[in-house]
């Protein structure tokens, strides 16, 4: 069977553990001649069996494929996750799907991987059934990694604690939303300071809070910003926003999709007295933001 060689997982945040499994997989296919394809689900498993649970994720799926692509794998295919696909039991999942579908001869996959009917499959069961039908499985260590447990499930509970910066050193890299910019209440311009009001998906997860320094991108253009997630208590706004003060910028991104990072979280969200007070804060932040963007450049 010549097949190729698949990556197989959620790869939600694309971390640095996934990135082993990513990497186990291209030195398989450079070693072997075969092309390598990650495979990643959508929706993501436990949004069809836990609905109430309302996961957040790390990165949309377009999001999450344009990472892939960045470590140089050759094909990114999406496994269409439903409750028709849940049903199947292990053999039925790697006999229809990973050498049927996807034509596997070789799979990657992390230690802790379970797939199948009530997730019943274990990662000997995928070597057992991809033996049987002429080809190979291997699950990576990727817990030890680093020497510590690295998970999006930890990674989504740091970001939403605000703790972006621990975040990122287990991402290999800040986390960032993508969303479009929206027409806001314009406050920002009206006190001189003006901000992109940025609607993240649905989906995406929002981090804790506060007031972060990091960088909007425009396409291939990037800025340094300041960002206020939040609601606004001066002005006993009530829906939470992202709104991001871009350092050096001039136009209009109405409408505009943009990618908001996450570097450090400079203070917590709060109530000012007025507006002065309010804008002596902000000048405040925006020159501590330089300073840590200009220390990290």
């Known amino acids: 069977m010549r097949g190729v060689v698949v990556a197989l997982g959620n790869f939600d945040g694309v971390h640095l553990g996934h990135q082993v499994v990513i990497r186990r997989a291209m030195d398989e296919g450079c070693k072997r001649g075969l092309r390598v394809v990650v495979a990643t689900f959508d929706p993501h498993p436990q949004a069809v069996l836990r609905p109430d649970s309302e996961l957040k994720l790390l990165t949309t799926l377009e999001v999450r494929k344009e990472i892939l692509f960045a470590c140089g794998v050759d094909e990114v295919r999406v496994i269409r996750f439903d409750k028709n ?34 997730a019943s499959g274990t990662v000997e069961d995928l070597r057992r059934y991809m033996r049987e039908m002429g080809g190979e499985a291997y699950a990576i260590p990727i817990c030890a990694f680093l020497g510590e447990s690295i998970s999006s499930t930890k990674i989504r509970a740091l970001i939403g604690g605000g703790e972006v910066c621990e975040a990122a050193r287990l991402l290999g890299r800040p986390y960032s939303l993508r969303g479009k910019v ?56 009530r829906d939470s926003r992202v709104e991001a003060h871009l350092l050096g910028y001039q136009g209009d991104l109405y409408g505009r999709v943009v990618d908001v990072t996450f570097v450090e ?33």
Not at 91 to 99: G, I
Not at 187 to 209: D, H, K, M, Q, Y
């Open 85 to 118: 696909l849940s049903k199947k039991n292990p053999e039925e999942f790697v006999r229809e799907v990973l050498v049927g579908k996807l034509r596997a001869a070789v799979v990657i996959v992390g230690q802790n991987f379970r797939f199948g009917h009530k």
């Open 182 to 237: 929206v027409v806001g209440d314009k406050r920002g311009r009206a006190i001189g300071f003006p901000t992109a009001n940025v609607l993240p998906e649905v989906c995406s997860l929002v981090p804790e809070r506060g007031v972060y320094v990091g960088h909007v991108w425009i396409e291939a253009e990037c800025y340094g910003a300041c960002t206020n997630v939040g609601v606004a208590p001066t002005f006993n706004q």
């Open 265 to 297: 979280r400079l203070r917590t969200e709060q109530r000012f007295s007025g507006i002065d007070e309010l804008k002596e804060q902000i000048a405040r932040d925006i020159v501590e933001a330089r300073a840590i963007l200009e220390e990290g450049a």
